[in-house]
């Protein structure tokens, strides 16, 4: 996968990385990293992303009255060696990489519009793990289900990783229902290469989703999410993935919405 972005004032396209090999369907995976500010690749990732295409950001947030153009003469040879080292040690993993490079005056602003460019199919909230050996994944409904096993097979078929599909019931949810949904999760994992025997199953009842998440991921090593809607209590409280990142303490990719179809509105 190439990049073919024209670059704009405030950012250049690097491509480091190697291409995706013919046949395969690697997703791909926004990582994105403060990279001037002391952010650094935590452990862990690249084992985790080892058979994903990886979308390697380097961000700086600038001041208003700095132009990006003064900003990249001044710190872009820095920020690229950094970003260079992250992507090798991806692709020594097994994942291909391309990097970008962008000073912006709008953080998350530049992240949806890497996330629409490229198409990602999910964005990594980086933490340090040891060998990623279980992951948990939280399953809300039936919208885009989809996506979620493309993402969850996509790394881990064929690999040692357990899986542990999780559902917190909803108001006058049975959990017969429940388990319907997620054993319907199960066929299509194993449809697209997934082992039966590496995925499990687990529903259960609470009133706070968000705590139970952090807690039950906590006996694992990652935690796969899908996007929630922005609304007024995201923005205050911060997004369901922060926060559970926050609490669990481990990474947390987080399946992104279905963006408009080629010729449609990006985002703002």
């Known amino acids: 996968m190439t990049n073919t972005n024209t670059p704009t004032a405030d950012e250049q396209p690097e491509n480091d990385g190697i291409e995706q090999q013919e046949g395969a369907e690697r997703p791909t995976v926004l990582v994105p990293l403060e990279v001037l500010e002391g952010d650094s690749m935590p452990d862990g990732t690249s084992e985790l992303l080892a058979n994903a295409h990886v979308v390697l950001l380097g961000y700086h947030v600038i001041p208003e009255q700095t132009a990006a153009e003064q900003a990249r003469e001044q710190f872009g040879e820095t920020a690229m060696k950094k970003l260079s080292e992250f992507a090798d040690r991806l692709t020594t993993a097994g994942a291909t990489v391309e990097t970008r490079l962008v000073f912006t005056h709008g953080e998350q602003a530049t992240i949806d519009r890497i996330i629409y460019e490229h198409d990602c199919l999910a964005v990594l909230v980086p933490n340090s793990i040891e060998k990623p050996e279980s992951v948990l994944v939280a399953v809300r409904g039936t919208v885009g289900i989809g996506r979620n096993t493309q993402l969850i097979a996509g790394l881990f078929a064929g690999t040692d990783i357990q899986v542990t599909l999780y559902h917190v019931l909803g108001p006058k949810e049975e959990a017969d229902d429940a388990q319907t949904l997620l054993n319907g999760v199960e066929a299509d994992l194993v449809e697209r290469g997934m082992d039966p025997d590496a995925i499990d199953i687990l529903v259960e009842e609470t009133e706070t989703p968000i705590d139970a998440i952090a807690r039950n991921g906590r006996e694992h090593d990652a935690v796969v999410m899908g996007e929630t809607d922005r609304s007024v209590t995201t923005?205050?409280?911060?997004?369901?993935?922060?926060?559970?990142?926050?609490?669990?303490?481990?990474?947390v990719l987080v399946v992104q919405r279905e963006r408009a179809a080629e010729g449609g509105d990006g985002p703002d």
Do not use: C, T
């Open 235 to 251: 923005f205050v409280f911060g997004m369901p993935s922060k926060q559970v990142a926050e609490r669990f303490l481990g990474p």
